[in-house]
C-alpha cells in the first residue's frame, strides 16, 4: 500500500531549517533600524548645516556674524530624545583669494539608537562669499 505523506522526523527536519532561517532573518531587522535612525540623524545634520550657510550667505560681507575665526551659533533638538545637534561655524578671511571668505559649517550631535552606548557624530560644509 503506498500512503502519501510526512514523516515526524521529515517535519522535524523542515521546522528546524525553517527556525534557523527565521532567526537569521530576526538579527537583520536591529541592525536596519539602527542603520535607518543613524541616516535620519546624518541627514537632519546636513539640513540643519543647510540652512545656516543659507542664512550666513545672506549676510553682507561686512556683517559681524561673519567675522574671522570660530562662532558657536545653535543648539538645535533632536526629535522625541534628549539630545541635541550643535551648530557653529568656522570663517577664514581672505580665503582663496584676496576678499574672499571661506565658511565652514559643523554639525555635531551623540548619536542614539547603536549598540554599546552612543558615539560623537559630526557633519560639515563649506561655502565661499566674497565682496
Do not use: C
Not at 67 to 91: I, R
Amino acid at each position: 500500500m503506498n500512503k502519501r505523506g510526512f514523516t515526524l522526523v521529515e517535519m522535524l527536519v523542515a521546522i528546524t531549517i525553517l527556525a534557523i532561517g527565521l532567526l537569521g532573518l530576526g538579527v537583520l531587522f536591529p541592525m536596519g533600524m539602527r542603520s535607518a535612525m543613524l541616516a535620519k540623524q546624518n541627514t537632519q545634520a546636513m539640513e540643519y548645516a543647510q540652512q545656516k550657510i543659507e542664512y550666513l550667505r545672506m549676510m553682507d560681507y561686512s556683517d559681524t556674524t561673519l567675522n574671522p575665526y570660530s562662532h558657536v551659533s545653535d543648539s538645535l533638538p533632536m526629535d522625541n530624545t534628549d539630545n541635541v545637534f550643535a551648530v557653529s561655524y568656522y570663517v577664514e578671511p581672505d580665503w582663496p583669494v584676496t576678499d574672499m571668505k571661506k565658511i565652514t559649517v559643523f554639525v555635531s550631535w551623540r548619536a542614539t539608537g547603536g549598540t554599546g552606548g552612543s558615539k560623537m557624530r559630526s557633519q560639515s560644509i563649506t561655502t565661499y562669499i566674497s565682496k
